[in-house]
Every structure is written in C-alpha cells, then in structure tokens.
C-alpha cells in the first residue's frame, strides 16, 4: 500500500528546472535587499534611459524613433563614453579632474597638428597625442599625490592652462581639418552588415564563455558561485540587445534614391568595447584594480597595508588623461577638425554626469567601468532627444544641470542608506 501512495520519482530535467528557479529567486531576492541597503548600482541609469527613451518617443516619434538617430546617438555618446571611463578611475580615489576635456582637447590639437601640418603617419601622430595624455595625468598626479595639493585646485589649474595650450598649438580662432581616412573613419564609416553580425556574436560568445569560466574557478576554489540559471538569463539579455542594436544598425539609414548606402555598425563600438572589456579586467581582475577600491575606501588604512597610495594614484590620474586623449581623437575624427573649443563646453560635465549618473559615487571607493557606459548612454539620450523637442539653450541647460543634480542626490541618499544599514 505504502508503494502505492508513495510519490512519483522526481525526473532530472524537473531537477535542473527547479533548482534553475530558485537560482533566478535567490539572485532577485539577494538583488533586492542590495538596492534596500543602498547599493543601486546601475539601476537608477537604467530606469532613466528607459523613461527618457518613451518620453522623447512619444513627443518625437517620426525622429527620434529611426534608425539614423539610433545611429547618431551611438556616434554622439561614444566621446563621452571614453571619457566618463577615465574619469571613473579617478573618482574611485575620491579625487576629481576638472582638466579632463581640455586634455582631450589638447590631444586632438596635438594630432590635427602633427597630421596636417607636419605631414606625420596617423600612428605615429596618435601616439604623440597619447604620449602628451600620459604627461598631463603623471604631472597632476605628481602635484595631487606626492605634494598634497588638493586635486580640484590642480585640476582646475590645467583647466585654464590647457585652454591656453590648445590655442598656441591650433592658433587664435584657428580650426585645423583632419585628412587622415583612418582617423575619420572610426566615427563616420560603418562595417559591412556581415562583419556587424560576426561582432554580435563574438560578443556574446565571449561573454558567455568568460562568465562561465569564472563560475567554474570559483566553484573549483570552493567559493559561492551564481547558479546556471543567472549565468544563462544574462547571456539571453545580452543577446537580445545585441541582436536587436546590430538588427537596427544593419537597415538602410539613408534616404529614398540616394546615390550612396549607408548601414552597418559603426566602427566606434568595437573600439569602445575592447576598451570596455580591458579596463574591467583591469579594475576588477588584477591586483592593482583591488587597490584602486582600497584608496578610495579609506587611503590611510591601504597604506597601512602596505599599499603604494601616491603609486595608484598616479596611475589613476594617467589612465584618465590617456583616456581623456583617445575620447580627444573620437571627438576630431566626428567633427572632422580640431578647434580651440575641442573639448570645451559641456564636455567635462557631461563626462562627469555620465559617470556618476551610471553609478559611480563621488566620494570614492564604489563606480564600474558599465557605468560610464550605461551613463553615456542616459547622458547621450538626452543630448541627442532635448534639441528635438525644445530648441531653446536655456531649457537644456536646465535640463542638463538638473539631471546631474538628481544623480548626485541619489548617491549621497544610497550612501546614507548604506552606512545606516551597515553595507
């Protein structure tokens, strides 16, 4: 009788199924209760993006909603992008460099210079422009790290002395074309619609292959690992974006009965995802992106532990102007010039806004490489989406400052949250 009622042997498969669930319950639950302790992350960029989006659908729909705008906007936040990535590393340390766009600037000054009127070969002229980012972070770091200046008047010093640097490199008033094809190409040419695909899939196999690497060692070391099931409902949502975005790109952007084609993915993305993926390798796999977030988190107790604090920082404040010149060169291959107003403006702010904005705290010791990206992408939106529904300045000033007023508020209130809830 006891055979009879007994219950049916539970299969493998409903195994696996279950235990994928509950995977995908802990994840949200343990997701969850980080967001109540203040540690939003992403988060906040994301649901802006995503109302930024519908608004300006709803009151621009027949040009906002194309796929040249989606095009334009990927072009547009690409030079952010690299910059807010540099000045993450920075603002991990708690330290800010207001010198930021006039080193990108300044780079793309040193280039248009050495390309047209000296005559040089584009490698050769990039590396001048690099080398020159290297020198501006090493001697900022060496005021801020090793004489204690305080990184906002040093900074702010390079903010007005570049100014007048980029002027006597480019002249008065002076505009100076680029006519290297490999340097315009990177933000005006697209690849062909199979290469797009084969980088969608590199992508997302890359991906898969690295997360799930990195389960593997940590279940050999014994360590707490995430189940299969988060694993594989991170690889489908990345490729869902990245199928939808190369689906979108590959469709014809140019008008009925042009002479010309144009489609494809922009030759900026694969240069903005190799950097993407180095640079957090970097800050999350190596040893020195573990004394990074130690600097920032408290730099007298990593120099008790043996930390090289004014090393880090020099290197921080490097990485970022390096940074600054390669989103110098992006900005001149777009425009295709460099002016004296190269990494003016808004840029810097809008750099900041986006890192910050994407998650990054200005306090240091919390901030990702994806948040400069999911930032960009918020502060690019909004740059792109405003002049189509208002073209009034003043109206997108406003726009602007309040949003980076908004980001700012919510890192100070999840910090608050954090440290009363222990985090």
């Known amino acids: 009788m ?13 195994l696996e199924e279950a235990a994928g669930q509950s995977g995908l319950r802990e994840a949200a639950g343990g997701y969850w209760e980080r967001v109540k302790g203040g540690d939003l992350g992403a988060l906040p960029a994301v649901i802006g993006a995503i109302v930024l989006v519908i608004v300006f659908g709803i009151l621009q729909p027949d040009s906002f909603l194309t796929e040249t705008n989606f095009a334009n906007l990927i072009n547009q936040g690409a030079a952010i992008t690299v910059l807010a990535m540099g000045v993450v590393f920075v603002l991990l340390l708690g330290e800010i460099d207001l010198s930021a766009g006039f080193t990108a600037g300044t780079g793309a000054a040193i280039l248009g210079v050495t390309l ?3 005559g040089w070969a584009w490698p050769l002229a990039i590396l001048a422009a690099l080398a020159a980012g290297v020198a501006i972070g090493w001697t900022i770091a060496l005021l801020v790290a090793r ?15 570049l100014q007048g640097a980029m002027l006597l490199i480019i002249g008065e008033g002076g505009t100076i074309p680029i006519r290297s094809n490999a340097v315009l190409d990177v933000m005006n040419k697209n690849m062909p619609v199979g290469i797009g695909w084969l980088f969608a899939a590199l992508v997302i196999g890359g991906f898969a ?45 140019q008008r009925a009965n042009a002479p010309i084609v144009i489609q494809g993915v922009p030759w900026v993305v694969p240069l903005v995802t190799v950097l993407f993926v180095a640079l957090t390798f970097l800050l999350t796999r190596t040893g020195f992106g573990r004394h990074v977030f130690a600097v920032g988190g408290n730099a007298e107790a990593a120099r008790r532990a043996g930390i090289n604090v004014a090393g880090v920082k020099t290197y921080c404040f490097i990485l970022g102007s ?18 004296p107003t190269t990494g003016g403006a808004q840029t810097l702010l809008y750099a900041v806004g986006a890192a910050v904005i994407g998650g990054t705290s200005l306090f240091g010791g919390r901030g990702r490489i994806s948040d400069a990206v999911t930032g960009g992408l918020v502060v690019a939106i909004i740059a792109n989406g405003l002049p189509l529904v208002t073209e009034k300045s003043g109206v997108q000033f406003i726009v602007n400052g309040l949003v980076l007023l908004l980001a700012a508020s919510v890192d100070a209130i ?10």
């Open 147 to 161: 004489l204690g200046i305080p990184s906002f008047v040093v900074s702010l010093a390079y903010f007005l002395g």
């Open 116 to 118: 047209t009127e000296h």
């Open 322 to 339: 390096t940074l600054a010149v390669v989103a110098g060169i992006l900005l001149a291959s777009r425009d295709n010039s460099v002016s």
């Open 2 to 14: 006891s055979a009879h009622l007994a219950e049916p042997p539970v299969s493998e498969f409903e």
């Open 209 to 253: 292959a690295a997360t799930f690497m990195a389960i593997q060692r940590r279940r050999r070391a014994g360590l707490p690992t995430a189940a299969l099931s988060v694993w594989a409902a991170k690889v489908i949502g990345l490729a869902v974006v990245m199928i939808v975005a190369v689906f979108l790109l590959n469709q014809e952007r």
């Open 414 to 423: 999840s910090r608050r949250r954090a440290a009363a809830t222990g985090r």
